[in-house]
Nanobody, 114 residues
Framework: QVQLVESGGGLVQPGGSLRLSCAAS????????MGWYRQAPGKQRELVAV???????RYADSVKGRFTISRDNLKNTVYLQMNSLKPEDTAVYYCNRDLTYWPWGQGTQVTVSS
């Protein structure tokens, strides 16, 4: 079964940047569309970015122009570059397939605060 391990979160000031990584076990990673999700306290998990198996991307309106999703299929890893961070980006960030899910990883906490 595929395991997902997210990393790269932390505390950053508004306007700062972070790069998240998500490593997936298994050799079938490259055939799936992958997404980054986030869940803020008291809110439902939301999809923020998707990258297809072919490399096409799409973003939630709230992060468009600030976040960039990418993938390295040789490393079974998907990335999320987050720039111009805002306090409302504070959440636990997860990666997973788009639409249908493997077991969720532990996520990585992103806190944007001065």
């Amino acid at each position: 079964q595929v395991q997902l391990v997210e990393s790269g979160g932390g505390l950053v000031q508004p306007g700062g940047s972070l790069r998240l990584s998500c490593a997936a076990s298994g050799s079938i990673f490259h055939i799936y569309d992958m997404g980054w999700y986030r869940q803020a306290p008291g809110k439902q998990r939301e999809l923020v970015a998707v990258i297809t198996s072919g490399g096409r991307t799409r973003y939630a309106d709230s992060v468009k122009g600030r976040f960039t999703i990418s993938r390295d299929n040789l490393k079974n890893t998907v990335y999320l570059q987050m720039n111009s961070l805002k306090p409302e980006d504070t959440a636990v960030y997860y990666c997973n397939r788009d639409l249908t899910y493997w077991p969720w990883g532990q996520g990585t906490q992103v806190t944007v605060s001065s």
